[in-house]
């Protein structure tokens, strides 16, 4: 007794000591990697700091050499005879600075005088007097009222306003100003407007974490996600405080002097931009639980023999009492005091299972739905009824019943059972939790889905009627197409034909004069064969996630539609963006841009897609009567994020009526004399629902200088990846 009790002792001591020991082990590895994510932060803090200064440094010289240029300083002097002069001046500030989105001289009344703009297609143009606005109601012109000859300012990132409303889409703008004076008197204040999203873009990028902006009032500047960016302006604003789940007091900037952890894998630090405090938020890519797991690891193999040595006698007690509650488990009588008539009698189909997934009991509906009898699903484990991948993983689900609680029990899902003879079948579950005798149970309620799915089924088949009903109708145009680009090369070898008949005729024709000949007539034929080909290429049915490239997509389409667009003498015109921002024409990318648009889908979809959005827009031309150069224009601009691909069809054949514009994408809803209502709908349904992307419509307007056009612009979003 006295050799048992001395045993008990020290493995009593030695467990003690070895928690002790691992407590304070996991003490100073936490420690250690939240040092080690800090000093992280606080080195991409410190390079924001720098990248803030330089810009500020930048646009500051910039501003006062403005508004010490002598032609400026004359302008005070007499505005009328130098205003083309000055005018001049800013075209080329906002020429030479991308950065820039606007130049004005304000004066001191808050009137707008000279202002130049550059415009979303990056041209920039002198604003009219009728167009000028008065801003002496903006907060930022008052601020730069108040400054003093020579001073600068900043008005810190907001959202640019145009008569009285907020710019859509959202412009984030920065204004810098400086007053300017004449004889010691006020009498304006020079304004540069920046556009920053670019400048945001990057500003947001970190190797270690996901950034956020938080302004003075806790409202989102900058976020990862768009749905919450400048999340003042929102319909419903909503505030940093409501995403992190934390107290809006924990985000007040006043108790900020230095990094502190909001959450485990959240970091908020203090910034100043431009003079403006704000909070930088840092979400952690790789958790402090991953971190610190992998330190514990390491510590772990160090502790790892001293833990062994402790644990070694407590291996045969375990082993003991492990056996010893297995053969009583075996002995437990599971109640059988159910409601069997109300079980019974139920419609859905129910069954029990314990907490091992075995089948305690079942009621006869479910019998029917499966084709089992009681006595073969009784006793037997429950992924019986569960067809693959769940099958293997089953009872992993329910042994870990605490997170199979939190997960299951509760919620209705839909999933599939497989019934004896192997038949998947659609079903409707719902699990809830029961304990007899602190013994957990599972009761699971199916509902047979059959019927219904045969109703989801039969509405999906005529769906995809529709969608075939449309590759027909774009069959049509390609048809349409290779026949214009077939009328040139059958010309050019009728050409020939004649050329070597009259040769023949007078005695011209030679081995070498034949065999010319007959080489121009084998690469118009090879001409048309290839065409053909990308024909045949063009609509082969996509069955498996593709490897392909967006702006080898849309060349396809220029490539195969560009005589019927020649035809009626319009022209498509292909824009990507760069690396840099900057809009290119395709065919002058390098490749390393041209990477950046490759996507994993179904590119056969999007070619279907875009050429019924180009037919449209040439049909839409087609009707003008005296087409200008600009309204014989289709423009496709593409540009991309680090996730998603962005497309915009752009012409201004004079767009939609804003009454129905809302309705353009509802089926059999049409706005042509001979249309179906069918193009924008299935148009929809292939972004929404084949390359889980989005499509939006905006009528557009372009000032020309004897006239305002309007157009349409269809706006394309759609995932890179969709294996992801």
Request: include cysteine; aromatic fraction near 10%.
């Amino acid at each position: 007794m006295s050799s048992i009790r001395t045993t008990w002792f020290f493995v009593l001591l030695g467990f003690i000591s070895s928690i002790v020991i691992l407590i304070y082990g996991i003490y100073l590895i936490r420690s250690d990697v939240q040092n080690i994510t800090l000093n992280k932060i606080d080195i991409e803090h410190d390079n924001f700091e720098e990248k803030i200064s330089e810009f500020s440094k930048i646009q500051t010289n910039l501003i006062l050499t403005l508004a010490h240029n002598t032609s400026i300083v004359a302008y005070l002097q007499d505005p009328l005879s130098l205003e083309q002069e000055v005018e001049k001046l800013f075209l080329f500030t906002v020429r030479s600075n991308t950065p820039i989105m606007q130049l004005r001289f304000i004066d001191k009344n808050g009137q707008e005088t000279l202002r130049v703009d550059r415009n979303t297609d990056n041209s920039v143009v002198i604003i009219k007097d009728e167009n000028l606005q008065n801003k002496a109601d903006r907060y930022y012109v008052q601020k730069f009222l108040q400054l003093q000859d020579g001073e600068v300012s900043a008005s810190g990132f907001d959202l640019n306003v145009e008569n009285g409303k907020i710019q859509k889409p959202n412009n984030p703008t920065l204004r810098i100003g400086t007053p300017m004076f004449k004889d010691g008197s006020l009498v304006g204040v020079i304004i540069i407007n920046y556009y920053m999203q670019n400048w945001i873009n990057n500003f947001g990028r970190s190797a270690t974490s996901s950034i956020s902006l938080v302004d003075q009032d806790g409202y989102f500047m900058l976020h990862p996600d768009v749905n919450w960016e400048w999340s003042r302006y929102l319909p419903t604003p909503k505030k940093a405080a409501e995403y992190f789940d934390v107290n809006p007091n924990e985000l007040n900037l006043d108790y900020f002097k230095s990094a502190q952890w909001l959450k485990e894998n959240v970091v908020a630090e203090p910034l100043e931009i431009f003079g403006v405090k704000t909070l930088i938020v840092h979400e952690l890519l790789v958790s402090q639980s991953k971190l610190f797991t992998q330190k514990l690891l390491q510590f772990g193999g160090i502790t790892l023999a001293a833990l062994l040595i402790v644990l070694l006698p407590l291996v045969r007690l375990l082993a003991l009492y492990i056996q010893k509650m297995k053969e009583e488990q075996k002995q437990i009588i599971k109640n059988e005091q159910y409601l069997s008539s109300l079980f019974e009698s139920t419609f859905d189909s129910m069954l029990v299972i314990d907490i091992n997934a075995k089948i305690i009991n079942v009621n006869k509906a479910c019998l029917d739905v499966f084709g089992y009898s009681r006595e073969e699903m009784l006793g037997k484990n429950i992924n019986m009824l569960v067809p693959e991948p769940h099958h293997s993983q089953h009872d992993a689900y329910v042994k870990a019943h605490g997170e199979y609680e939190r997960k299951i029990v509760g919620a209705e899902r839909d999933l599939h059972g497989i019934s004896k003879d192997g038949t998947f079948i659609p079903i409707s579950l719902a699990v809830t939790q029961m304990k007899i005798n602190k013994e957990i149970f599972f009761i699971g309620t199916l509902r047979d889905l059959s019927e219904i799915k045969k109703v989801q089924a039969s509405e999906k088949e005529k769906e995809s009627m529709l969608i075939h009903q449309s590759k027909l109708a774009a069959l049509g145009e390609m048809l349409g197409a290779i026949a214009h680009q077939w009328r040139q090369p059958l010309n050019s070898i009728g050409l020939i034909m004649q050329d070597l008949t009259s040769a023949y005729k007078y005695g011209e024709v030679d081995g070498v004069y034949f065999k010319k000949s007959e080489q121009e007539i084998l690469n118009q034929l090879e001409y048309m064969s290839g065409t053909i080909d990308e024909f045949r290429n063009f609509f082969t049915k996509d069955q498996d996630l593709t490897h392909s490239n967006a702006i080898d997509v849309v060349g396809e389409i220029r490539r195969l539609y560009w005589a019927q667009l020649k035809a009626h003498y319009i022209t498509l015109e292909l824009l990507c963006t760069n690396e840099n921002g900057k809009a290119l024409a395709y065919d002058t990318l390098e490749e390393k841009t041209h990477k950046n648009y490759n996507f994993v889908s179904y590119p056969n979809e999007l070619k279907q897609l875009l050429l019924n959005l180009v037919s449209n827009a040439k049909d839409a031309i087609t009707q003008l009567r005296n087409p200008s150069e600009i309204q014989k224009n289709i423009r496709i601009f593409l540009h991309y994020d680090e996730k998603n691909i962005f497309v915009e069809i752009i012409d201004y054949a004079g767009g939609i009526p804003d009454e129905v514009a809302s309705r353009i994408f509802e089926p059999y809803f049409t706005t042509k004399e001979n249309g179906t209502g069918l193009g924008l709908f299935i148009a929809n349904i292939l972004i929404q629902r084949n390359l889980k992307g989005s499509i939006k419509y905006e009528r557009i307007s372009l000032l020309t200088d004897d006239k305002e056009l309007t157009g349409s612009k269809f706006s394309i979003e759609f995932p890179k990846n969709l294996a992801h």
